[in-house]
């Protein structure tokens, strides 16, 4: 018999029961909710009068609407009623139910996906759920994570379970060694480039390879968290020393022999050498350069050192209508190089890339230079309120404050614009954000996905530029 | 939550012909500010049916609408079935993008392939979608594109589409989803029916993997 991948290990070891259809009832090892997708399902639960199945199960955090500017007055501080209504129904609705919140005011509060694993409630070997589809993020410590529905949310909160079929296994192999200046960011656009945003649906999707194993904690997450751009709902690193490294000493995370049990446990969460994938696509890491998307999907993507694409050059008419509506969108002519890109707005954050690592990353770029006169704002928006006292210990928000940026409060900001931290209309901004989508970032806003190092780099010079054109990067 | 579906359904054919549409363009960020699961149906698809931007709360009646979308055309008011490209619903998880499309009127959705997470989603509100072969779809497009009032009968009992010309149509649907969209079951109370199992099950894993149980 074939072993087993790390997906199938996950999957055996939550079902609950198997039907004959081939639904399972899947166990729920964790719920992170915030306050977007959670209000509904609350509000289920007390119609059906309902009570949660286990409450030390969930963790709640509000992250999308929570201003980044003043934190003062707290909840009752924000300014946009509606989004003030919706935080404050999520402190209401964790407290009727018991269910612990990271608060406004709370050091610990932050984007949603930067706290489950900063605090340890996101373990290797747990299922993890949140209804925000960047729970793919969670998979970077050998968990099975994916984002769901608020009847779904609802559906964990009654039940702890959730009806699934089983998805099938992709593999994603990386090897090789990243050139210097090239990081998790332009990796992940990459192969999302090679495989298309439907390329991993209905898969589970690892990442694998040299790469993946040279890479830290916080590069799987920005890998794993652009999974769900690919298509795959969930994406997965096997478990090793770094994750556990990672893991220990985190408030959630087990000790004593409760420490040692979980790391034997944890030691085996990892595809066997004759596990069999369904599908298996290989990229030679050395040869991945700095990646910016020039479209409005997230497959739109290239070389910093690459053209737009001429939709006149595209067989497929489908393919070829959808390249000019995104370059009319962008307002970019075919064939422009894309270092001739003109950059309004920088915008560093979001659950892709906040973390201590990538504010490190940006800073190291930013060093002693400062933001082009052309660009219109610059904003550093670290993803935890632990993140961003880290980031000023090490003195980085000096670094992003001397050259022109504003150092803000935690939260999802401008990668979705649901607070006030919008992208005007027409503007064209370098984002470390996930999605190029339209209006993503503003009605009208025109995305440009690159690293944190990239968006440093377009923010000193104005224009999408190679980094190590600009600086010379120690990896 | 689950609705009850219908289990036949005649009406006009909507195109709406690019890959890709992800849950952000069929409800905007701004609308998901929302407690509610109702309402959503006048934001469906804001930035392209509108030319201003639009905020919630607002009422839509007055606000200046795009010719060209074709929601907005004459010929497709009243659709109660979308059809779409391929990769329909990608992007964000959020539930607002099926309860849009509900509230607006929409029953049915097809297209040659969907996102994971919307495709799940429809069944929780009581959309059906449906995946044709790329081929067919087009076939469908071209159709419903060149004849006003096109219209296309679904029979979700028969798994059935019936074209305007009489051609029938067979579709997949699993089997599980369309018994409780058939049924308007409520997932939570058949989830609960194996609550024994369930702590059957917490009860073995406590002693595996008693980490997963201890409070911080």
């Known amino acids: 018999m074939a072993g087993k991948t790390l997906y199938d290990k996950l999957w055996d070891d939550h079902v609950v029961r198997q039907e004959d259809d081939g639904t399972a009832l899947i166990y729920i090892d964790r719920q992170l909710l915030h306050e977007v997708t959670s209000p509904q399902a609350f509000e289920g639960l007390r119609l059906a009068n309902r009570q949660p199945w286990r409450v030390d199960a969930n963790l709640a955090t509000p992250d999308h609407n929570v201003p980044t500017t003043s934190l003062e007055g707290g909840v009752d501080g924000i300014e946009d009623p509606i989004s003030r209504i919706q935080v404050q129904t999520l402190n209401s609705n964790t407290r009727e139910f018991g269910i612990t919140e990271y608060g406004m005011g709370d050091v610990r509060q932050g984007i949603v996906h930067v706290v489950g694993p900063e605090s340890g409630a996101t373990l290797p070997g747990m299922t993890v759920v949140c209804g925000d589809s960047h729970t793919s993020t969670h998979g970077a410590l050998g968990a099975l994570a994916h984002g769901i529905g608020t009847s779904e949310v609802e559906h964990v909160l009654a039940t702890q379970c959730l009806i699934q079929k089983k998805m099938k296994n992709m593999l994603v192999r990386v090897d090789g060694q990243l050139q210097p200046g090239v990081g998790p960011k332009d990796v992940v656009l990459a192969i999302i480039g090679a495989i298309g945003t439907a390329g991993g649906t209905g898969y589970a999707l690892e990442f694998g390879g040299q790469v993946m194993r040279d890479m830290s904690i916080e590069g799987r997450m920005t890998v794993c968290n652009m999974a769900i751009e690919a298509g795959a709902r969930a994406g997965l690193v096997a478990c090793d020393d770094r994750t556990i490294e990672y893991v220990k000493g985190r408030p959630f995370a087990p000790t004593g022999d409760n420490w040692e049990a979980a790391v034997a446990y944890w030691s085996n969460l990892k595809s066997d050498e004759d596990a069999v994938f369904d599908k298996v696509v290989e990229l030679d890491g050395s040869r991945i350069q700095p990646q910016v998307t020039w479209g409005t999907s997230p497959e739109m993507v290239g070389s910093v050192h690459d053209r737009v694409p001429d939709p006149a050059l595209e067989a497929d008419p489908v393919k070829s209508a959808g390249i000019s509506r995104a370059l009319e969108y962008m307002g970019l002519p075919p064939n422009m190089a894309i270092q001739d890109i003109q950059v309004d707005y920088v915008f560093i954050g979001s659950c892709t890339n906040s973390r201590i690592e990538d504010l490190r990353a940006a800073a190291q770029v930013l060093k002693g230079r400062k933001v082009a006169a052309s660009v219109e704002q610059a904003l550093a928006v670290p993803g935890s309120g632990l993140v961003k006292q880290q980031a000023e210990a090490e003195g980085l928000d000096q670094i992003f404050i001397e050259a022109g940026f504003e150092w803000r409060n935690p939260g999802c900001s401008m990668c979705l614009a649901m607070n006030a931290d919008r992208l005007p209309a027409k503007k064209h901004c370098a984002s470390t954000s996930n999605r190029n989508f339209e209006g993503r970032q503003g009605a009208g806003g025109r995305t440009h996905l690159v690293s944190p190092q990239m968006a440093a780099a377009a923010a000193v010079a104005g224009h999408f530029v190679d980094v190590r054109d600009l600086v010379e990067v120690v990896q | ?216």
């Open chain 2, 1 to 216: 939550m689950s609705l009850t579906l219908f289990t036949q359904l005649k009406a006009i054919v909507a195109p709406l012909d690019r890959a890709n549409v992800d849950t952000d363009a069929i409800i905007p960020k701004q609308f998901l500010k929302s407690i509610k699961r109702t309402g959503f149906g006048p934001n469906l698809f804001d930035e392209w049916r509108y030319l201003d931007v639009g905020e919630p709360g607002e009422d839509c009646a007055g606000r200046p609408i795009n010719p060209d979308f074709v929601l907005n055309q004459s010929r497709y008011q009243g659709a109660k079935i979308l059809l779409a490209r391929e990769n329909f619903g990608c992007g964000s998880s959020r539930e607002h993008a099926p309860w849009a499309l509900k509230d607006y009127g929409f029953d049915v959705v097809i297209a040659p392939s969907f996102a994971d997470i919307f495709f799940n989603n429809c069944f929780k509100n009581g959309i059906l979608p449906i995946v044709l072969p790329e081929a067919l779809v087009d076939s469908l497009f071209k159709q419903v594109m060149a004849q006003a009032g096109y219209q296309l009968d679904v029979d979700l009992t028969a798994q059935t589409i019936t074209l305007a010309d009489g051609t029938q149509i067979c579709f997949e649907v699993d089997a599980f989803r369309r018994h409780c969209l058939l049924n308007g079951l409520d997932d939570i109370g058949l989830t609960l029916v194996h609550q024994d199992a369930i702590k059957k099950y917490e009860a073995k894993r406590r002693e595996q993997a008693p980490w997963l149980f201890s409070t911080q």
